[in-house]
């Protein structure tokens, strides 16, 4: 008795082993190796199961001495269904294993059993998240967004909805409320109402992360240090100090739970906007999946003051020969790492409320907030490296010089030259009131553009700059808003470091108006494209040696190509007189492309054959039972395995897909 069941358990073990590099094959390479154990041990202790109870144990297979389970008829039954779960089941745990935002390796260390319980409380969470949407009317209220009667409902339940699922979703909102070229003035009006506030941490919890945290013991570094912060937020707090050398400096702390909080919640604000976006076409116009998504990788960076000391290092950098006397804070390399940031002390207000610092240095207000704009023309234009995020409180009035000086650098755009010659053909189209030079900026701004379209595109722009022409005055966050829609009118959109700018543009008109009410946009930046143009001009008669300098760098990259034209062109000929040349490019001549079609027509292919098989095992099985005949039992069983075979390549296709589209996501 005891030798029949050891001999049944392994030959159960045996049968474990074949299932599984079947299933291996079946589902074609880079399969997991612990999904792939689960499934198949999850698939043969539940069929085994269902096998003993519903047929083994009404025989009398344990009086036999010589039982072997492969014998038996109705092992074959068993052993199938046990290959097809077992790649049911591992698609399943494909399907449970979060999608990851871009950057976020922490998800793959985690062990099975808490990426499912992740995931369960991920969807629960995400839940409730939606039923105070539904609450809050969003459902039905998307539907008509256009209609100006709803728009204040559907923004009153926005704004509900992001206020009451709490934390990050409140930042987003807050961020939400100065795209002001995307969304209307009533949206704007109810997502300024969000109000985030958080405890500081108490001042032992400070000096642990302190302890912790810096590279050095704390008493060596710091001369003295202030309990009450200067500042705190939902990232982290801002702690006033002094060196041992006499410095003084401020001390930027991570909050130690904010990683693991943001990086939940962020998931989260991600797959609610998803489905914000998959219920109203007015939020999909809108980009706001795309919105979340690029909100959530500025918060991760945002989490890493590395990244912060590297920007504000390389704007110092960028900006150290200005001549617009715009300071960028000093920071201390040596005692800053990840979640802590050392940096200068500079004392004064934001220009908000500099009031008595403007008057003790009589600063002209007019000539300040000139400085300001002219100095970000030129991180855009000129540096490539900008502030992504000058509102009010990042620019402050030093006390001491009454000087503009730039703070928090965790949100920095970076431009390539090509965007960089862009933006400056953009303003130089709109100075000169030129719509192919506006159109020629915008091709160098935007993702695949269609320049099939361009002379339709074109009457559009200048419909847009008939629209401003002859007005002394125009809000930069109405011009931006036009060319926003221009661009998304095409089903175009721009490259994201080009969005940020031209947003950080409509931060900054906010900015200097609050710096001087009358301080005119529209015209400073007009004055600063003609002064640009003019100094391009007469560049090369204002310094002939620069000139001179650029040109024979120009040259000696050139010279070496243009020796190798006649020798090129000689060869040309010969091929062309042989025959030989044949000019030919199609949609397949791309490796890239012929690849993605072949992967798509091998799986329309297998999800064909797959359906075939369905199709006709079931046409089999109907017609089998109007046939009394002995040879119906063949028709049944084929029937049976046509379906089988069709489930297990509909398995195949749907995992293939899967993987596909995380490897895309990734």
């Not at 999946?289 to 000391?309: D, Q, S, V």
């Not at 965790?410 to 010659?421: F, I, P, W, Y």
């Amino acid at each position: 008795m005891t030798l029949t069941y050891i001999e049944w358990f392994i030959q159960i073990g045996l049968i474990g082993v074949v299932i599984y590099f079947i299933t291996g094959r079946l589902m074609g390479a880079q399969v997991n190796f612990l999904r792939k154990i689960i499934s198949v041990g999850l698939s043969v202790v539940l069929t085994t199961f269902i096998y003993w109870y519903t047929y083994l144990r009404h025989t009398n297979f344990s009086d036999s001495q010589q039982f072997h389970i492969v014998a038996d008829a109705s092992a074959a039954i068993w052993v199938g269904c046990m290959l097809l779960l077992s790649m049911l089941f591992y698609l399943l745990l494909e399907l449970v294993e979060p999608m990851q935002l871009k950057g976020d390796a922490d998800v793959q260390h985690k062990s099975l059993w808490r990426r499912l319980r992740s995931h369960w409380r991920h969807q629960r969470r995400l839940r409730e998240i939606l039923k105070v949407a539904m609450t809050n009317g969003l459902s039905r209220t998307i539907k008509y967004a256009r209609q100006p009667e709803n728009q204040r409902e559907l923004a009153i339940g926005l704004r509900d909805t992001l206020e009451k699922s709490g934390g990050i979703f409140i930042k987003f909102g807050q961020v939400l409320s100065t795209r002001k070229e995307l969304f209307p003035d009533i949206f704007i009006e109810e997502l300024e109402k969000l109000q985030y506030s958080v405890a500081p941490l108490a001042p032992e919890k400070v000096h642990h992360i302190l302890h912790h945290e810096l590279p050095y013991k704390v008493h060596d570094v710091f001369a003295y240090i202030d309990p009450k912060p200067l500042a705190a937020a939902s990232i982290g707090q801002v702690h006033r100090a002094t060196l041992y050398s006499g410095e003084q400096v401020i001390i930027k702390i991570l909050r130690p739970e904010v990683k693991q909080v943001l990086r939940d919640d962020l998931g989260l604000l991600v797959d609610f906007a998803t489905w914000f976006s998959t219920k109203s076409s007015w939020a999909a116009s809108l980009g706001f999946k795309e919105l979340a998504m690029g909100f959530a990788e500025t918060m991760k960076e945002e989490m890493n003051f590395t990244i912060e000391l590297r920007n504000t290092m390389q704007l110092d950098k960028a900006l150290e020969n200005n001549i617009y006397h715009i300071h960028v804070p000093k920071v201390y390399p040596k005692y800053s790492v990840k979640n802590l940031l050392v940096m200068e002390y500079i004392e004064g207000k934001s220009v908000a409320e500099g009031h008595q610092i403007f008057a003790e240095h009589q600063v002209n207000r007019k000539d300040f907030a000139r400085d300001v704009l002219y100095s970000y023309f030129e991180q855009l234009l000129f540096v490539g490296v900008f502030h992504a995020d000058p509102h009010p409180g990042n620019i402050l009035v030093d006390k001491k010089t009454g000087e503009p000086v730039l703070l928090d650098f965790g949100s920095v755009g970076r431009l390539a030259v090509q965007q960089q010659e862009g933006l400056k053909l953009f303003f130089m189209g709109i100075q000169l009131d030129e719509p192919d030079v506006l159109y020629d900026g915008v091709t160098m701004l935007v993702e695949k553009i269609d320049l099939s379209q361009r002379d339709k595109m074109e009457q559009a722009i200048s419909q847009v700059l008939m629209r401003i022409t002859y007005l002394d005055h125009i809000p930069a966050e109405e011009l931006v808003g036009m060319i926003f829609e221009l661009v998304r009118d095409y089903g175009l959109k721009f490259k994201p470091s080009v969005a940020s700018a031209l947003r950080g543009l409509v931060t900054l008109e906010g900015t200097l108006h609050v710096i001087d009410p009358t301080f005119d946009f529209f015209e400073e930046a007009k004055d600063f494209s003609a002064e640009y143009m003019r100094a391009s001009f007469t560049k090369p008669f204002r310094e002939p040696r620069e000139t001179k300098q650029k040109l024979e760098e120009e040259l000696s990259t050139i010279l070496p190509q243009l020796r190798k034209i006649p020798r090129r062109l000689d060869k040309m000929l010969q091929l062309v007189e042989a025959g030989k040349v044949v000019l030919h490019h199609d949609f397949f001549s791309d490796k890239q492309s012929v690849n993605f079609i072949r992967m798509l027509f091998s799986r329309i292919v297998l999800l064909l054959v797959g359906v075939t098989f369905s199709v006709i095992s079931v046409a089999l099985l109907a017609v089998s039972q109007f046939i009394h005949e002995a040879f119906a039992v063949y028709l049944n069983t084929a029937a049976y395995m046509g379906l089988f075979l069709g489930a297990i390549l509909l398995v195949r296709v749907s995992v293939q897909a899967l993987r596909d589209e995380k490897d895309t996501k990734d």
